[in-house]
């Protein structure tokens, strides 16, 4: 029989060590193993073989793990003494400061930087889910809008985004606060925090913990249910219990988010692409510095013209020569790492483009740049399932906190009952460039044809200011006004005239 969500939370209460379990990050198998349906067995159409349950052991990567992978500087090439290094001798009497640089690259950063912005380059859209909503919904709507506007929730929700590909998971907890306005903060690993998520029987969030240290370096334990926030401390003796408030929502006021990180499934294509960049770059300064090469027979006093040495041969033969003397380029390596340098991209989705790369000349085509970015849109579309419920109760949170908020401030005595009315849809929109002068104009055309409105012509503008719908409004009106001031104008001119 399953257990109620009330059991479950105590029980997690009464042994507060529980709180603290969770399911580990893991990249990789430590070993293989097979189990009775093992590739390879025979079987007829028709026949049944027993079911065994997975026996796979993976490895577990720690989310510190994950800081260091971001920071080039802590990646693993850098303290990997078998990698050839550049040495560097500053000069003294004795050659005594001898430094061995490697040499990291910022893959993992660069990764989550772009897979951040194919998902979050664009607004939110939000929709009315009812067909014909009253006044008073489409009325509360807009004021639901401009309120996440001014609370910057798509920046919340885009920092959300960053942190997940970063750090594996994140937390976007909604409050209070004193003056009983709902705010929002971004709860990671990277500022000392740990999310401990725990389900019940189906699966489904039945208590949030936050695990983390005060200023005096005393842990807590931060737990949310559907009512209640409960305060552990362990001050030497274990966690005790230290406070329980109410924390004013209908559901536990955290969104949270876990998943790989961007570049997961290429993480060790980057550390081979690191280590055979190292290898490049000693071979070149050991062998790649060149020489000039001269041959004949010169004088000791050289003239100088136009500041290059002039040197003149006197042998009989007149044979002398000089020429620079270039190394030859290991091809193969160089080769390896451009074929390493796309494995990166085609594994993290990830496209990356540099000024080279794009041709100033010629027509390039709006289906071309697309194709150019197939990798990052199908990723990013891949993430908008992903992201879904996510946003969907932070959309359920902030409104339920704002409909509050809009209570105390007396602004809206009703705005509770109203709000609970309001059924809102947001998605995120996948980013991608694109001409504004084209966009535009199809603004246009559609605005002309009658397929959308001239109020989305004017939200969707890209040069349209915000208040843009007013500035129209009463241009119009300064327009009415001097019409008829015109009219009385021509018609004194009419009656001068008989």
């Keep these: 029989m399953a257990r109620s969500r009330e059991d479950i939370v105590n029980s997690l209460l009464a042994n507060p060590e529980g709180l603290l379990l969770k399911k580990p990050f893991t990249r990789g198998s430590s070993s293989y193993s097979s189990d009775d349906m093992a590739e390879g067995d025979n079987a007829v159409i028709g026949k049944k073989v027993k079911v065994s349950l997975p026996d796979i052991d993976f490895k577990v990567i720690p989310q510190s793990k994950f800081l260091k992978e971001l920071d080039p500087e802590s990646h693993e090439v850098m303290f990997d003494q078998n990698v050839p290094s550049i040495c560097v001798k500053l000069r003294d009497d004795t050659y005594s400061d001898i430094k061995f640089k490697h040499i990291a690259l910022p893959f993992q950063a660069r990764i989550r930087e772009k897979q951040t912005l194919s998902l979050c380059g664009n607004p939110r859209l939000f929709s009315m889910l009812d067909k ?245 849109l199908e990723g990013a579309n891949k993430s908008l399932s992903d992201w879904q419920n996510f946003l969907d109760k932070c959309v359920r949170l902030f409104k339920e906190g704002f409909a509050k908020e809009l209570v105390n401030s007396g602004e809206n005595k009703n705005a509770i009952t109203e709000f609970q009315d309001l059924h809102i849809s947001a998605k995120f929109k996948v980013w991608r460039p694109f001409s504004e002068t084209e966009y535009n104009n199809m603004l246009c055309s559609m605005k002309n044809s009658g397929i959308i409105s001239e109020v989305t012509a004017i939200e969707k503008n890209t040069i349209a200011e915000a208040d843009e719908l007013m500035r129209i409004q009463k241009q119009k009106q300064d327009q009415a006004q001097q019409e008829p001031a015109a009219q009385v104008d021509v018609n004194n001119g009419l009656d001068n005239q008989v």
Excluded at 201 to 215: H, P, Q, T
Excluded at 293 to 318: E, H, M, Q
Excluded at 350 to 358: A, G, Q, R, S, Y
């Design 132 to 376: 014909e909503p009253t006044e008073t919904q489409s009325k509360n709507f807009l004021r639901f809008k401009q309120g996440w506007t001014m609370r910057n929730q798509d920046g919340k929700t885009n920092q959300a985004v960053f942190k997940q590909k970063g750090l594996g998971d994140v937390g976007l907890l909604y409050y209070f606060d004193t003056a009983g306005r709902i705010k929002s903060r971004i709860i990671s690993y990277d500022d000392g925090y740990v999310l401990i998520p725990h389900n019940d029987d189906n699966g489904d969030r039945v208590l949030e913990c936050i695990y983390y240290k005060d200023s005096d370096g005393i842990e807590h334990i931060d737990s949310y249910d559907d009512t209640y926030m409960y305060r552990m401390a362990n001050t030497g003796d274990g966690f005790r219990l230290i406070s329980k408030t109410t924390h004013g929502f209908s559901e536990i006021p955290m969104a949270t988010k876990r998943g790989d990180v961007a570049w997961n499934g290429v993480q060790n294509i980057i550390e081979a692409y690191e280590i055979l960049y190292n290898i490049f770059l000693v071979i070149q300064k050991r062998h790649g510095w060149g020489i000039l090469y001269v041959r004949g027979k010169f004088k000791d006093d050289a003239k100088r013209i136009a500041g290059s040495i002039i040197l003149n041969d006197t042998s009989i033969d007149g044979k002398g020569s000089a020429e620079f003397k270039a190394p030859p380029t290991p091809e193969g390596i160089l080769n390896t790492l451009e074929s390493l340098y796309d494995l990166i991209q085609i594994g993290s989705s990830t496209t990356f483009l540099l000024p080279k790369d794009v041709k100033a000349n010629g027509d390039v085509s709006g289906l071309a740049i697309m194709l150019t970015q197939s990798l990052d």
